[in-house]
């Protein structure tokens, strides 16, 4: 629809909106597999999709992964905060006044890119389609405080089977499974009194943390910036949206990958993006 | 404060995957621990070095985020250890910072009927009030000791973070007049808007509502966070409080809690505050001396 990355979509979190328009617009729906239906009638996800003024948008069950998108050509046109279009809930800033979108809502549309002239391919070839597996391999560095695990907890962190519990959104995903051990210590002073303690440090976006030993936590793109819980490794960029895509139940592994492996996982998946936009017709 | 913890150890440099930097100053908390963690803090801003997305500076350890498409992690790692190294000689013994008073209403109702909904497999004690708790693990009189405590020596804040704008306190006061309290056993899933709160040797205010684990004593009269930026202290940002702030803690009753709410809705609401020169040595030597000082900077104000 000629949008570029800097154009905001709207993200729907296992359930949908009904939608209408006030006035002709293209679209496309992509993420996670929904049936997508307009005026009731089904219509292709990853492809352009023109509505006519009073057309309605609506979704079908989502058949896997956690999110789906809405993108409209010219973007939702909310305004900059800290330099995003994002909403950021906890903080109540960004996106539309800091809050999901509630029914009334009248969303604005900014002015179409490029004249609204589109591109000549209308739909995203299979090739680069996310996969929604209900059986995740998450690559991670181990690093920041992993060296406070037992070499059996470390065992069981990169040996073991984790399944991602309902605890999991923007914030960040609680996987169930053996647990870990920390090492017994002598507690450094401000640090708290559960060996999982630290001294209040900022958190990687990504980093794990394992509260009294019994849960991982990944933490995701909204989480919180710091905190007392000591972390052990964190999962590699590319690896991210991988991880925002793990719906409750996901059995997962964690594979240990060196700070190399990440930064080429990094340098392929970018490379696969911009693949993706060029058999779009479109630049980022 | 113990003299030995003016000499650190070589900070442990480790990656947070491909994005991150951290890097641990000292595992446990100390005023010099801090002051070396916002030196290179400092330091490594100034530097400019093309790739960095944010320098997060926090209590005993530093958190950078970079760009290793544009900064490859060996050249920013090498640039840190050069500023570590250099500093190790010529460590910044001053800070030019502010001093700022924070009225709070201690034991106010908010917190109470918060804390009422999370007694039973929350809170170790589960048939009394927070501040009870924290007195009786200091092993204070009661809770207008506590209070005392928890007012009458200021607090630098020691990092920003954990959600938007809120300050982590470290009380500058003797190692051993440290108030150490227990966070929840299990965290809230609520916590009031401004609440003055403390875990382990950390005091911190909430500046939005949310899940917490740590004691509740009172609430903050006014805003730290203004994503609206109304108030005249959030002209240039919505976060009030930066890293190394002294923050000089003042009781209010509920009248004068009424009275700010009054001065906030109307939109004249000021901090007081005054510019201060922070001297680490001086802050070791004699802390409540030199805090006597520092506050004397708010009178008249």
Redesign the interface.
């Known amino acids: 629809m000629g949008n570029t990355a800097r154009e905001a979509v709207l993200e729907c979190t296992y359930l949908g909106p009904v939608l209408s328009t006030n006035s002709d617009a293209v679209i496309a729906v992509t993420g996670a597999p929904v049936e997508v239906k307009v005026n009731g009638e089904p219509r292709q996800q990853w492809s352009r999709l023109l509505l006519k003024a009073g057309d309605q948008l609506s979704f079908g069950v989502i058949q896997g992964g956690t999110r789906y998108y809405i993108a409209v050509q010219g973007g939702i046109d909310v305004p900059e905060v800290l330099g995003s279009r994002s909403t950021y809930s906890l903080g109540a800033i960004g996106g539309y006044n800091g809050r999901k979108l509630e029914a009334g809502d009248v969303v604005p549309v900014g002015a179409p890119l490029n004249g609204g002239k589109l591109p000549r391919p209308d739909t995203v070839p299979e090739e680069f389609l996310p996969v929604y597996a209900k059986e995740q391999e998450v690559r991670i560095v181990l690093g920041l405080y992993d060296h406070r695990l037992t070499e059996e907890g470390l065992g069981n962190l990169l040996n073991e089977e984790w399944k991602v519990t309902p605890v999991a959104d923007r914030m960040g995903l609680r996987y169930s499974g053996p647990g870990v051990k920390w090492k017994e210590r002598e507690q450094p002073f401000g640090a708290g009194s559960d060996p999982s303690n630290i001294v209040d440090a900022g958190y990687a976006v990504g980093s794990i943390q394992i509260p009294g030993g019994t849960q991982p936590i990944i933490l995701h793109r909204d989480a919180v910036s710091g905190g007392g819980y000591a972390m052990v490794g964190t999962v590699i960029s590319a690896d991210m949206d991988l991880v925002a895509r793990a719906a409750p139940g996901t059995a997962t592994r964690f594979a240990a990958v060196s700070l190399d492996d990440a930064l080429e996982a990094r340098r392929d998946l970018a490379e696969r993006r911009n693949k993706a936009w060029g058999a779009l017709g479109a630049s980022r | 404060m113990t003299t030995e913890a003016a000499v650190l150890p070589g900070a442990r440099y480790?990656?947070?995957?491909?994005?991150?930097l951290?890097v641990?100053v000292?595992?446990?908390?100390?005023l010099p621990a801090n002051f070396k963690v916002m030196s290179i803090a400092g330091r490594l801003s100034d530097a400019g070095l093309p790739g960095i997305v944010d320098i997060?500076p926090?209590?005993?350890?530093?958190?950078v985020?970079f760009d290793?498409?544009v900064l490859p992690?060996e050249q920013l790692g090498t640039a840190v250890r050069d500023i570590e190294r250099d500093l190790a000689s010529h460590q910044e013994r001053a800070l030019e910072t502010r001093i700022v008073e924070v009225p709070v209403w201690y034991e106010d109702p908010f917190t109470a009927e918060v804390a009422q909904r999370f007694r039973e497999g929350f809170h170790q004690e589960p048939e009394g009030s927070d501040i009870d708790y924290a007195a009786k693990v200091n092993h204070l009189k009661d809770a207008a000791e506590f209070i005392q405590r928890h007012h009458e020596q200021p607090w630098l804040v020691s990092?920003v973070?954990?959600?938007?704008g809120l300050p982590?306190l470290f009380q500058l006061v003797d190692?051993d007049k440290q108030l150490e309290v227990?966070?929840y056993l299990s965290p809230r899933t609520d916590t009031p808007k401004l609440t003055v709160g403390h875990?382990?040797?950390?005091g911190c205010i909430y500046s939005?509502r949310?899940a917490g684990g740590y004691q509740m004593f009172g609430v903050a009269a006014a805003p730290i966070?203004d994503?609206d930026q109304a108030l005249a202290d959030f002209k240039d940002f919505?976060v009030f409080f930066r890293p190394g702030d002294i923050v000089k803690f003042k009781p209010v009753t509920e009248a004068e809690y009424n009275e700010i709410q009054a001065e906030i809705s109307a939109g004249t609401f000021r901090y007081r505050q005054a510019p201060v020169t922070f001297e680490l040595s001086q802050a070791l030597a004699d802390p409540e001396g030199y805090n006597r000082e520092l506050m004397e900077a708010l009178n008249g104000i």
């Open positions: 480790t990656w947070g995957g491909d994005e991150f951290f641990e000292s595992e446990a908390m100390s997060c926090a209590n005993a350890s530093l958190l985020r290793p498409d992690p990092m973070g954990f959600v938007a982590f190692h227990p966070k875990g382990g040797c950390f939005v949310g966070f994503p919505m």
